[in-house]
C-alpha cells in the first residue's frame, strides 16, 4: 500500500464516536483554510473550506473550527465511521496575490469497528 | 464526470531516462499544478500554471519542466530522472487562483527511479 500514512501522528478511535483532527498553519495573513482527506492509493480529497472572516463552518457530519489568534484549525467528524479511515490533512492560502496552498504533513485516522 | 487524470499510474525507470508523466483535466480549469509527496513532508508544488502559456516555480522545482500549450493539459518531464525524484506525484486543477477555489486532484503516479 501507499507509504503516505507512515511518520505521521494517528488518532484512533472507536467507530460511532466523534473525531477531532487538529492543526497548527503557520501564516497569520493566510485568508483560507481547506481540508483534505487522503485513502490509501489515492488522491486527495475535498472535505470542507472556511475564509478567515468565518470561525466555524459546517458541513455533513464535518465541522470545521478556525482560531485566528492562535492559528489553529480543527476537523470535527461526527459518528466516525470505518470508511472515514485515511490520512487528513490541512491547507492554507496565503494570502494576497500568492497562489499556492501550503500543506500540512496530515493526521492519520484510525476508526476501530 | 469531473475529475484530473494522470498517467501513468505507476513507473518503474532507470538514472537518466527522460519520462513524462501526463495530467489531463475536463473541467475547462485555469489554474494546474504538480505536486510531490514524501513520507513526513506533505504535498510540495513543483509547478503550476495560471493558464495556458502561463507557468511558473513552485517550491521544488528543479529536475522537473513542464508546459501547458493547452487549458487540458498540463504534463510534467523529467529530463534526467534521479533517484531523489522517487516519490508520489500528484497533478492538481482548481477554477482560478487555488485560493478560494477547491483543488481537484488525480490519482497519483508513484515513480521510481532506480
Known amino acids: 500500500g501507499e507509504s503516505v500514512g507512515l511518520h505521521l501522528p494517528t488518532l484512533s478511535v472507536q467507530e460511532g464516536d466523534n473525531s477531532i483532527i487538529n492543526c497548527a498553519y503557520s501564516n497569520s495573513a493566510s485568508d483560507y483554510f481547506i481540508w483534505y482527506k487522503q485513502e490509501s492509493g489515492k488522491g486527495p480529497q475535498f472535505i470542507i473550506d472556511i475564509r478567515s472572516n468565518m470561525d466555524k463552518r459546517q458541513g455533513q457530519r464535518v465541522t470545521v473550527l478556525l482560531n485566528k489568534t492562535v492559528k489553529h484549525l480543527s476537523l470535527q467528524i461526527a459518528a466516525t465511521q470505518p470508511g472515514d479511515s485515511a490520512v487528513y490533512f490541512c491547507?492554507?492560502?496565503?494570502?494576497?496575490?500568492?497562489?499556492?496552498?501550503?500543506f500540512g504533513t496530515g493526521t492519520l485516522l484510525a476508526v476501530q469497528p | 464526470e469531473a475529475q484530473v487524470t494522470q498517467n501513468p499510474r505507476y513507473l518503474i525507470t532507470v538514472t537518466g531516462k527522460k519520462l513524462t508523466v501526463t495530467c489531463s483535466q475536463n473541467m475547462n480549469h485555469e489554474y494546474m499544478s504538480w505536486y510531490r509527496q514524501d513520507p513526513g513532508l506533505g504535498l510540495r508544488q513543483i509547478y503550476y500554471s495560471m493558464n495556458v502559456e502561463v507557468t511558473d516555480k513552485g517550491d521544488v522545482p528543479e529536475g522537473y519542466k513542464v508546459s501547458r500549450k493547452e487549458k487540458r493539459n498540463f504534463p510534467l518531464i523529467l529530463e534526467s530522472p534521479s533517484p531523489n525524484q522517487t516519490s508520489l506525484y500528484f497533478c492538481?486543477?482548481?477554477?482560478?487562483?487555488?485560493?478560494?477555489?477547491?483543488?481537484?486532484f488525480g490519482a497519483g503516479t508513484r515513480l521510481s527511479v532506480l
Open positions: 491547507a492554507e492560502n496565503y494570502g494576497g496575490a500568492t497562489n499556492k496552498l501550503i
Open positions: 492538481a486543477s482548481s477554477r482560478t487562483f487555488p485560493g478560494g477555489n477547491i483543488q481537484y
